[in-house]
């Protein structure tokens, strides 16, 4: 049985994740900053019969929360890692106006965050025959797409959650690179603007579809793509978004 972790994974996208991926038979680690909720996921995943599923105590902004985890984790090692957890910070975002700290206080979460959890977990991922890291990323990262008026969304330029993200994707592509000649697959995946508590439900996608497309490169096969950013809203070229 494969075995994967998911932060953030109590609500929206990540527990969705983690339920369509407990269909397909893996055990899931479900992290949550707050116990309580996580253990609450849990307890519903587990009354539809998904019961391969322990919560993770996890905060990924706190260094001593992640050590903890780690310790805590009872797999020998780990075939798959989703660093979901996100924040946006509130909107808008003028980048002009948004204070520094607001901007340092989702950095914490949405990329050093992503790498403290990575980091953290490496050594177990590197046990697995075919490790697979998922860093769930935003359009908003893409600076290319933000340098198109053509772009949907050309006019959403925050200050703190977009740099965010484009950061991660940055970083992404640096780990894909330092690990070509393992069996690692890194890759960024952007669910697309779903319909969630993050936008206020805004969004124009569902949860279900939005968690299929992070599974769809979460279960990649080992000779699937790594360090690629992939996005629903590009249909042509295998999704493939411009970075």
């Known amino acids: 049985m494969k075995t994967a972790l998911i932060t953030g994974a109590n609500k929206s996208i990540g527990f969705e994740t983690a339920r369509q991926l407990l269909q397909k038979g893996y055990f899931i680690y479900l992290g949550s900053r707050d116990m309580a909720k996580g253990e609450q996921a849990a307890a519903q995943l587990r009354s539809e019969g998904l019961t391969e599923v322990e919560t993770m105590e996890l905060d990924v902004a706190n260094s001593a929360s992640i050590q903890k985890a780690r310790q805590n984790i009872k ?86 959650y977009g740099p965010s993200k484009t950061a991660l994707n940055a970083y992404t592509v640096a780990l894909a690179y330092e690990l070509r000649n393992t069996a690692f697959k890194i890759n960024a995946i952007d669910p697309g603007y779903t319909a969630t508590d993050f936008n206020h439900h805004r969004g124009t996608g569902t949860v279900e579809k939005a968690a299929a497309f992070v599974v769809k490169y979460a279960t990649i096969p080992p000779d699937g793509p790594t360090g690629k950013f992939f996005s629903p809203d590009y249909l042509e070229n295998n999704n493939e978004s411009p970075w």
């Not at 509130?90 to 980048?95: A, D, L, N, V």
């Open 75 to 160: 797999a020998t090692s780990l075939d798959l890692l989703i660093n979901n957890a996100g924040i946006s910070g509130g909107f808008p975002q003028p980048p002009s106006q948004v204070p520094s700290d607001i901007i340092r206080n989702v950095f914490d979460t949405n990329f050093f965050g992503a790498i403290d959890v990575t980091r953290a977990f490496l050594d177990l991922l590197s046990k697995s025959a075919s490790p697979v890291i998922v860093n769930v990323t935003s359009g908003l990262g893409s600076l290319t797409l933000h340098s198109d008026p053509s772009w949907i969304y050309y006019d959403i330029k925050g200050g703190a």
